[in-house]
């Protein structure tokens, strides 16, 4: 199978060729046909396998085929999560459509609106955008979503643990009904699919592997280690192995601060990249790290999403997420399109039951060692008991300060309630956000 075979153009052809790309991953085989022919879907496939191609050439195609000779108006719209991810996106569409008559833009918070808005009154036909900004925009009337033919919803999951759900109805509102839906995601909870249903019009349901699984040559390492000891166990595990590039996520913003600070203290380059840091660092810190200028990304889960970091070898847990599908999109950063990759996991004995929901969503156990002098001593009982044991450790609720790390929201509360999408109302509105968080 060629993407000639799946019905690609050649301009589109030529763009994924100089790419590299000799053939379609699964996921694009799969869906590239039903996004041509104009159906609805609802995308699952693991991490790094191309989902971005799988949506941005069949759109590409269609916005070309359908080009009005002499204005662009705005018609596809790709939404992300993260500002990061919106970046990325962007360049993936402007690669592929090197060829074609199309234009594209991106636009996320954290930045100066205006340039935004003059090329957005240039005339766009794509556009990517993280959900917040693009709403400011639409109040300022800098962009239009009245000829929306397409929209996509890209790590729709992560859009649910971001409370961004009030943000894309209304942007949604401003639609036409009529218009072709795209979701895609790496993980599928049971809030999505409700999500989706709001959206989504007689959806094909396209998967290519296990819900929720990782990507096969990753390997999986947990070290049991105090949490007092962490840091001198990072540092000695980047100079012991001589690694070169490492991603390191830590549960808390103030947490990824401390750990950055310790490394660079102790002779190792290193940035952090959360929610509390200007957007101008944010992109200094995840560009010096892809060029190789730093050694290390210590990052709270606002990283973990959708970033494409090519033949990134190593992804460390500093502290288990609590959120066992944030473990999937962690250590979905390595093991890239086919590449090996290690996630090593540091666990205390607080976060023993993380461990244990990690392994049973993943239906794997993970490999723990203990090296020496580092043996854990700490008697800490878990941060959260297990669900179905006997509960001897008491109902201590997960803390606080753990849940939220990105500097977005509270995770994990997907804002249904009051505001559910229903199955025939496109055109709600649900009232002003909440809470902007771009
Ligand atoms: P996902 O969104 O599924 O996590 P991406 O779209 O970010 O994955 O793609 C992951 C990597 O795979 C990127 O570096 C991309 O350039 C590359 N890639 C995508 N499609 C192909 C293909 N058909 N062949 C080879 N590499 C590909
Ligand atoms: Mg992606």
Redesign the pocket.
Known sequence: MTFKDLGLSQALVKA?EE???????P??EKAIPHILEGKDILAS?Q????????FTLPVLQRLAETKHPKYRPLRALVLTPTRELAA?VHD?VREYSKYVDIKSAVVFGGVNAKPQIATLRSGVDILVATPGRLLDLHDQKAVSFKRIDVLILDEADRMLDMGFVRDINKIISFMPTKRQNLM?S?TFSKDIKKLAEGILRNPVSVETAPQNSTAKKVTHKVYKVDKKKKTEFTIKLIKDNNWKQILIFTRTKHGANKLTEKLIKSGISAAAIHGNKSQGARTKALKNFKDNSIKVLVATDIAAR?L?I?LLPHVVNYELPNVPEDYVHRI?RTG??GAAGEAISLVCSEEVEYQNEIEKLLKEKLKSTIVEGFEPTDTAPPKRAATQSKGSFGKKKRSSKGGSSNGNTPKRKPHFKGNKPSTSGRGRSSGAPKKRHD
């Open positions: 994924v790419k590299g790309y000799t053939k379609p991953s996921i694009q496939a991490t790094g396998t191309g989902k971005t191609a799988g990325q993936n895609f790496a959708g494409d090519p979905g890239r399109a």
